[in-house]
T-cell receptor, first 114, second 112 residues
Framework: EAQVTQNPRYLITVTGKKLTVTCSQN?????MSWYRQDPGLGLRQIYY???????DKGDVPEGYKVSRKEKRNFPLILESPSPNQTSLYFC?????????????FGQGTRLTVV | DAKTTQPTSMDCAEGRAANLPCNHS???????VYWYRQIHSQGPQYIIH???NNETNEMASLIITEDRKSSTLILPHATLRDTAVYYC?????????????FGQGTTLQVKP
């Protein structure tokens, strides 16, 4: 089954404790991206990757890092989480022909930073 | 900024067709119109997309006006499970970073 898998689904952590949210897709997609969703602000793109070893900032990259060492994985790293990073996070992937290709989303990771 | 405009909310009776409009007056020639929905706080789910012709799949129909400045998503027989936020999004085009720009969407409430 074609899917994007995020882990963990729920996470509560303390300020400053490094964490990684994993994202994996099984569709051989070149393109992967991370979004965060906050009430009243909608979904905003954090980082994206066009292919292995190619990453770039989205609209709200501050406080986040990503890596793309393999095509299927695109982890989101919070080196020193702060309470303003409490949010619902989604990973998405698609082929790189953006016009005529749907993006698939993971089920989300709800992160709380206390 | 979202390049599409949608009503904030709509109601629909169960079993009736739900028609969700979207305006995208600045759409460029190679941008596709996509529809996604988000049920509660789940990941956005792809519904349908099109360029200029009308499209239909097992979930919905998409009607795009001839000038491509607006479109309508039709859920032919809405059920309670179709209650969700529906997003109309443009993708493709010259910017080509692949970003999906989610506006506020339309909250569709299907009522018994």
């Amino acid at each position: 089954e074609a899917q994007v898998t995020q882990n963990p689904r729920y996470l509560i952590t303390v300020t400053g404790k490094k964490l990684t949210v994993t994202c994996s897709q099984n569709m051989n997609h070149e393109y992967m991206s991370w979004y965060r969703q906050d009430p009243g602000l909608g979904l905003r793109q954090i980082y994206y990757s066009m292919n292995v070893e190619v990453t770039d900032k989205g609209d709200v990259p501050e406080g986040y890092k990503v890596s793309r060492k393999e095509k299927r994985n695109f982890p989101l790293i919070l080196e020193s989480p702060s309470p303003n990073q409490t949010s619902l996070y989604f990973c998405a992937s698609s082929f790189i022909t953006f016009g005529n290709t749907e993006a698939f989303f993971g089920q989300g990771t709800r992160l709380t930073v206390v | 900024d979202a390049k599409t405009t949608q009503p904030t909310s709509m109601d629909c009776a169960e079993g009736r067709a739900a028609n969700l409009p979207c305006n995208h007056s600045t759409i460029s020639g190679n941008e596709y119109v996509y529809w996604y929905r988000q049920i509660h706080s789940q990941g956005p789910q792809y519904i349908i997309h099109g360029l200029k012709n009308n499209e239909t799949n097992e979930m919905a129909s998409l009607i795009i006006t001839e000038d491509r400045k607006s479109s309508t998503l039709i859920l032919p027989h809405a059920t309670l499970r179709d209650t969700a936020v529906y997003y109309c999004i443009l993708r493709g085009g010259s910017s080509n970073t692949g970003k999906l720009i989610f506006g506020q969407g339309t909250t569709l409430q299907v009522k018994p």
